[in-house]
């Protein structure tokens, strides 16, 4: 099997784990809701094209991949909060953008909006458990996405300036390493760090801008997670450092992401 369109890998191997998640880890999630973020980024990404004019074919697998992002991580009581997220992250794109790139990556601002400004949703960072096989599951789908699209860069540099720092903190109060892999063994980082953090389209252009964003993510979901307790610090450090991307695509100039360009690095 090979695809010519790197999206179709991410359909397919998020899929694959919403599969995986509620047939292994017995999640709450119901297919209901799933249905529902479907449906609302699906329809919302019609409506936007419609009125702005803009060709449907080229953006409608990524709302799909959109809804099942927030599928995997956002957590909801009640279906209007997951159609108001999906509403949320559809729209972003078109309205915080500078020229025909937008800075918000969608699902990200999706569940951070529902976070905001709902009562009733959550996100649970230790949704897939600790057991080393996910890793492997998850890396292996990531990278064979990451290779069509060239973005390991982002991937290595927030991976090891995470990791750097929280070994760092480890050995500074002395714990155990048991203690330093449980912080890291997280599904939803790894996740997060193979699918949101290297999004082509939000994120910025060229490698070295891409590493120095992904080295100040880092830091801030470090901060945010060991001194505030944020357990989804991951998740606002994105939100917050996102719209620094345009600074840095005006700092090193690039060639702008397309996925008909996929093939080829920048």
């Not at 899929?15 to 017995?26: E, H, K, M, P, S």
Request: aromatic share 16%.
């Amino acid at each position: 099997m090979c695809f010519k369109d790197p999206r179709d890998y991410q359909i397919l191997f998020l899929c694959l784990f919403l599969i995986l998640g509620i047939g292994a880890r017995d999640w709450t999630l119901k297919p209901e809701i799933i249905c529902v973020a479907i449906g609302t980024c699906l329809v919302t990404q019609l409506l936007m094209c419609f009125f702005i004019a803009t060709p449907i074919e080229k953006s409608i697998k990524s709302a799909l991949i959109t809804s099942l992002g927030l599928s995997l991580l956002l957590r909801v009581d009640h279906w209007t909060t997951m159609a108001f997220a999906g509403m949320s992250a559809i729209v972003s794109k078109f309205v915080f953008k500078v020229g025909d790139k937008h800075f918000f990556n969608p699902a990200n601002f999706g569940i951070i909006t529902a976070l905001v400004f709902t009562n009733d949703a959550w996100v649970s960072p230790g949704q897939w458990g600790e057991d080393w096989w996910y890793a492997l599951v998850f890396a292996g789908c990531g990278g064979i996405v990451l290779k069509r699209v060239g973005r390991w860069d982002t991937t290595a540099a927030f991976l090891g300036a995470y990791s750097l720092l929280e070994a760092v903190r480890n050995l500074w109060l002395g714990w155990t390493w048991d203690v330093y892999w449980h912080r890291l063994m997280s599904g939803s980082l790894i996740l997060f760090a193979l699918f949101m953090v290297t999004d082509p389209r939000s994120i910025p252009n060229t490698s070295t801008s891409r590493i120095a964003w992904a080295l100040c993510i880092a830091a801030l979901s470090f901060i945010l997670r060991n001194y505030f307790y944020l357990s989804t610090a991951v998740f606002w450090a994105l939100f917050a450092l996102a719209p620094i991307t345009v600074w840095f695509d005006t700092l090193f100039k690039g060639r702008h992401f397309e996925w008909v360009n996929a093939k080829f690095d920048i």
